[in-house]
């Protein structure tokens, strides 16, 4: 039994106007509930990949749906609500500096909230609480008044995990969420996009480049290089051979010496 | 990552090139001429006495002509002779001549010839006379002295017009804010890149608001006096025009640098066009906003002062009359209201900028 499909990617191509072609056809399916590892060197077309999926970036060939709705043909309000469904952590967290805690995880809440209310930050009493919620759930709730650059990297990311929830998303796309954090503190933010990908059921696509990571959280792994899908399977499937093949022949890995 | 082969030049670019080499080329001829005129014949015809007289004399249309066609021969033979200056300016020189050394190339020894001649000719075309420089200077001493022992006499008028200056600048200013700041988004480049109607927005908007900075405030302050009347709201109106155009320049880059990061986040949440505005550019943009407006209020001050000269208001008003009778005494009471007031500005201002950024 295979659940339903969460996110299809059809023969994705992206060329920018320089010349440079970021993704070469590149093709996969994920169903719900799955954690999907993106991996692959810096460059090789992982953060192009997320942000076709929510239309941060357009296309230039291919084609790309969530839950059955064509993302790639969305314009306008069509597209702001599939962009709804789909909740993204990014690498240097992109909180608004100079807002509260409280307000940037409602600020998660935009795409359901009328605009003129919005441009006064007037939320009301349900989106409060629900914020206060989803601040909880990150282990922030004593922090929703502090201005969000008062807070470390890992505070800072737990605050836009809530951002990301306070969406109500279906699927979590996360570009590289620990790379900027220390090595400590990966852990702690990683647990929170397991946890919302086991309690909740959220569909999660998560681009890393730690391999242990991968190993710990993923349920399925793809790997790109120079803008091709190069490799997909489990994350046992990942040996030192296909390694080699994502990352190149001179690549060293920490188990290389042990194994 | 592929290497983009050198563009040949277009014929837009070569056309470009001809137009500037004619145009040095027939400068250089008639700066020539006029030097010629000037120091070999200084009395040919027997009347020629001024710069002005020499310059209506030239022969602009023969070497205007000439010009051309040195330069047209020049384009002709840059294999034997080299690029062109004008070529040069174009960007369409290849890339092994212009690595050459400038004084190996005709085009060097040609722009350094041109920049010596604009020299000497500028020198007798603004009848630069250092002999009255040194000389004459008694008759300037009177009025320094004259600046240097103000008179009380204008004292209280000129604080209560200083006052009204101050008010007049801070009044433009604060006009100026809301136009400044909604036109500043369409004038950002990078929230006009999605569409080609933003793109002509943007590019009109940025033409007009650069037009319209050009325009010395001196004459909008004539245009809004014969439109609302001698006096400060004319003086208003005329900063205002032009702090609404420096503002949007200035807003328009500080949005231009802002990180993108916000902003993408805030979309990826399903946020409009105005949401992500307010959420993920505004809170970028609100310091440096504040902080250009209180330096665009300090200029205003000073502006305000030559604004008065012409009727539009503020102390500039009555130093004006004072100057043309050579009340030095009291035009020195002025000017040190006007330097005090402009000094402390200054200082307030730069505090203030460098607590809110």
Redesign the interface.
């Known amino acids: 039994m295979t659940a339903p499909v969460a996110v299809t990617v059809e023969r994705l191509s992206k060329v920018w106007p320089d010349?440079?072609r970021a993704l070469d056809d590149v093709s996969l399916e994920v169903r719900e509930g799955e954690f999907l590892a993106v991996l692959g060197l810096s460059g090789s077309g992982k953060s192009t990949l997320l942000?076709c999926i929510?239309r941060?970036i357009d296309p230039t060939e291919g084609k790309i749906s969530i839950f059955g709705r064509d993302v790639t043909s969305a314009e306008g309000a069509g597209l702001?609500?599939?962009?709804?469904e789909?909740?993204?952590i990014?690498q240097?967290?992109?909180?608004?500096?100079?807002?509260s805690v409280r307000d940037n995880v409602l600020?998660?809440?935009?795409?359901?909230?009328g605009?003129l209310r919005?441009?006064f930050l007037l939320f009301s009493d349900a989106d409060r609480a629900e914020a206060q919620a989803c601040l909880d759930r990150v282990g922030m709730g004593d922090r929703g008044d502090s201005r969000a650059d008062a807070l470390s990297g890992g505070q800072q990311q737990r605050v836009?995990i809530a951002?990301a929830l306070m969406?109500r998303p279906k699927l979590i796309?996360a570009d590289e969420p620990v790379a900027s954090l220390d090595p400590a503190l990966r852990n702690s933010v990683m647990r929170h996009v397991e946890a919302l990908n086991r309690e909740e059921g959220i569909t999660v696509i998560c681009s890393l480049h730690d391999l242990d990571l991968m190993k710990r959280y993923a349920t399925r792994a793809v790997a790109l290089r120079e803008g091709k899908l190069v490799h997909e399977g489990k994350p046992e499937d990942f040996d030192l051979a296909t390694l080699k093949s994502i990352y190149g022949q001179e690549a060293e890995f920490g188990f290389e010496a042990a194994s | 990552m592929k290497r983009v082969a050198p563009i040949p030049p277009s014929l837009g670019t070569r056309f470009l090139a001809l137009l500037v080499d004619s145009l040095l080329l027939a400068t250089f001829l008639l700066m020539g001429e006029f030097l010629g005129r000037a120091l070999v014949f200084p009395v040919e015809e027997g009347s020629l006495r001024t710069a002005q007289e020499i310059l209506e004399r030239l022969h602009y249309a023969a070497l205007g002509g000439a010009g051309l066609l040195i330069a047209v021969v020049w384009h002709a033979a840059r294999r034997l002779l080299g690029g062109t200056p004008g070529l040069s300016f174009a960007g369409a020189l290849p890339q092994a001549e212009s690595e050459v050394p400038w004084d190996l190339t005709l085009r060097g020894w040609f722009t350094l010839l041109f920049v010596e001649l604009t020299f000497f000719t500028g020198w007798l075309v603004t009848e630069v006379n250092l002999g009255t420089f040194f000389t004459n200077f008694d008759k300037a001493a009177g009025v320094i002295r004259g600046l240097l022992h103000p008179s009380g006499a204008v004292l209280f008028e000129g604080l209560i017009l200083l006052i009204q200056t101050l008010f007049l600048a801070f009044m433009a200013t604060a006009f100026a804010i809301p136009p400044a700041f909604l036109l500043a988004f369409a004038a950002a480049r990078n929230l006009t890149r999605e569409s080609p109607a933003a793109k002509f927005v943007y590019t009109a908007l940025r033409t007009a608001m650069n037009l319209t900075r050009a325009v010395e405030p001196l004459v909008w302050a004539l245009i809004f006096i014969s439109w609302v009347g001698i006096g400060p709201f004319a003086g208003v109106l005329a900063l205002w025009v032009h702090s609404v155009a420096s503002l949007v320049k200035l807003y328009s880059e500080q949005i231009e640098s802002i990180d993108r990061g916000p902003m993408d986040a805030i979309k990826a949440t399903g946020a409009g066009t105005l949401q992500v505005l307010r959420y993920g550019v505004v809170p970028q943009v609100i310091p440096p906003f504040l902080s250009f407006t209180i330096y665009r209020w300090d200029i205003n001050v000073r502006m305000s002062t030559i604004i008065g000269f012409v009727g539009g208001g503020g102390i500039g008003y009555i130093l004006k009359p004072r100057v043309d009778l050579g009340e030095w005494g009291e035009v020195g009471t002025l000017v040190l209201l006007i330097a005090v007031a402009v000094w402390v500005m200054d200082l307030v201002s730069a505090r203030i900028r460098e607590r809110i950024v």
């Open positions: 010349g440079i942000r929510n941060l702001r609500a599939l962009r709804r789909a909740g993204m990014f240097q967290f992109n909180l608004v500096k100079r807002h600020s998660g809440a935009l795409g359901r909230t605009t919005s441009l836009a951002r969406q796309l």
